[in-house]
Each structure stands twice: as C-alpha cells, then as structure tokens.
C-alpha cells in the first residue's frame, strides 16, 4: 500500500545560504535579540531576508504548505551560526543564537503561522532546546535519550481549538525545528495518521472518535500543571474532510472495555504504518501538522555534553 504521507524537501544552495548569513547577521548585531522578548522583531528579520533570497520554487513551497494541506516540510543548508556547547540543562542564552532564531522564527511567519509558548512547559519560554538532559533520565521526554518514544502527537492532553482561537489552550497545531547538531545521526520519524486510518476496521476507526478515552499530560510537562483530558476521543473530524488525532501510548487510556479494546488495535496497527526517517543535520528547518502526523524517537547514546544532540522547537498555529 503507497504511502500517503505528503512530505516537500528542498535543499538551498551554497551561495543563498551564504547572502541569507551575511545578512541577517548583520541586522541582528545591531543589538542584544532575545527570542521570548523580541521574537517578532526576529520572525521579521529573517522573514525579510529570506524572501528576498530564497528560490521563487521553495518559497512558494512554505508559503502554500498550510494551505496545501502537506504533512511535513524539510529545508536544509541554511544559515549555521558558530554555535555554543549544548545547553544540556534546557536552557541557555537566547540572544547568543539571534541568527538562528531570525531564521527559525523567520520561516515561521513566511508559512503564514504565528509561534507560542505554553505555560505548563519549559518554564514558558518560546523555544524548546530539544537536548538529552541528564535530569531527565528515564522519561519519554525531549530532554530524554535513554527512553524510545512510540507513535504520538505533542500535548494530546489539550482540546483542539478552532481557528482564530488562542493556540496556547489547544493541542499545538504544528510542531517546528531547527537542528543546531545531531553528530549521532538520530532520526525524527514521522508517518500520516491517513496511513493508520485505512488500515484500521471500520468498527475501531468508529469507537476511536467516541468520547471513551482519557489522555495525560506528557512527561514534558511541569508536575501537575495540566489535568487529563477525560471522555476525550482518539480521532476527530477536523471539518474539512480530514480527520486529527490525539495520543501519547503512555498517557492514553480506554476507559470503557470496547475503548480499550480499540486501543490495542491501534496500538498494533501503529507497528505497521510506512514512515518516514528524517536524519536532520545543522542547517536543517523541519514543520509538520501536530494534528495529522504522529512522530516518534528511538532510544540513543549521546555524545558528550558539549557535542550532544541539539534541536530547536517551537509551537506554531
């Protein structure tokens, strides 16, 4: 069965790649940029500079991916900074990486999306430094490496919103990187919830969309912020002729015996779906739908901390 999975790639070239550096480098020296405080003076650097620069094919390619309706968009050989050692410990100093953040937060407004932080996570900050923090040993979190995640979509604990909402009440639209370094050549892969929808029996697609299910927060999250979604549904119609899913394997429960039942079937199902693996080295922009693409993470060994792993996410809608 061919995948349905809608996935655009596009590679810049050297020479635009190196206009985009030399000038968004210069805008940001003018002064200290920090991405929560300045984010849209930062979204409206790079967007600028990109525009200009970017092939005409590619930047209608990220102007049209919502509108599209594409899965996930990759963007690779842009603009690489000199980079700090890995902040390990989540945080570092955001103005430090003013060039990368023009670009990432660049890219975010030409999509047509705006950026959002949440409360209940990452102490509030805008962007997320997807690290193998060594407190988070043992957790299926973003800081974690010693724990394989299965097929999930981020913070399924929340309702989905309608559009014009605030985004920061709502399961996270779409998910965005920027890869600062990934020497261990881990891959983030990503697979169509169209691709589990056709190869589910008719009765388990229609107990999935039932409110029989309650859904936890994530490992991610602070403590006891946020509550669990309860009498929730796996999938739901989106209304536009497409469906959206929430799920975590382990926040995600059936709280009936048919919901549970289901579950497992979907569970197993999961096992069998076509993805796609995305080795995202420096340079490299990933956005995918949170609501229509389930993503997982295996388990790896990190290099040392100055050297480890390094992506940059933030929530857009």
């Known amino acids: 069965m061919t995948s349905l999975l809608q996935f655009a790639r596009h590679h810049i070239e050297d020479s635009v790649r190196d206009l985009l550096d030399k000038e968004i480098s210069e805008r940001v020296s003018e002064t200290r940029l920090d991405s929560d405080l300045d984010d849209a003076i930062l979204a409206g650097i790079g967007a600028y500079a990109l525009s200009r620069h970017l092939p005409g094919d590619v930047l209608q390619s990220i102007q049209v991916f919502t509108a599209a309706a594409r899965h996930a968009l990759v963007l690779s050989n842009l603009p690489a900074q000199n980079f700090p050692a890995t902040p390990v410990s989540g945080f570092g100093d955001e103005p430090e990486l003013a060039v990368t953040n023009a670009i990432h937060l660049g890219l975010i407004r030409l999509i047509g999306c705006t950026p959002f932080a949440v409360a209940y996570e990452n102490d509030g900050h805008l962007i997320r430094n997807v690290v193998p923090n060594p407190a988070a040993c043992g957790t ?166 100055a050297t480890a792993r390094w992506l940059r996410r933030c929530y857009a809608a």
């Open 140 to 305: 299926t979190s973003s800081w974690g490496a010693d724990s394989e995640f299965f097929w999930h979509s981020d913070n399924p604990h929340q309702p989905f919103g309608r559009p014009g909402s605030d985004p920061r009440l709502y399961t996270p639209p779409y998910l965005t990187f920027y890869a600062v370094r990934n020497e261990e050549q881990v891959p983030t892969e990503i697979a169509a919830l169209d691709d589990v929808m056709v190869r589910l029996d008719p009765e388990t697609r229609r107990i999935l969309q039932t409110p029989e299910f309650e859904v936890g927060a994530p490992d991610s999250n602070d403590g006891g912020a946020t509550r669990p979604l309860r009498e929730a549904a796996v999938i739901e119609p989106d209304g536009t002729g497409r469906h959206r899913v929430r799920y975590d394997r382990g926040t995600t429960r059936g709280i009936t015996d048919r919901a549970r039942t289901a579950l497992e079937s979907w569970s197993q199902t999961l096992t069998t779906i076509p993805g796609a693996e995305l080795v995202l080295d420096t340079g490299d922009f990933m956005i995918f739908d949170n609501h229509r693409v389930l993503h997982r993470r295996k388990a790896f060994t990190p290099r040392p901390d």
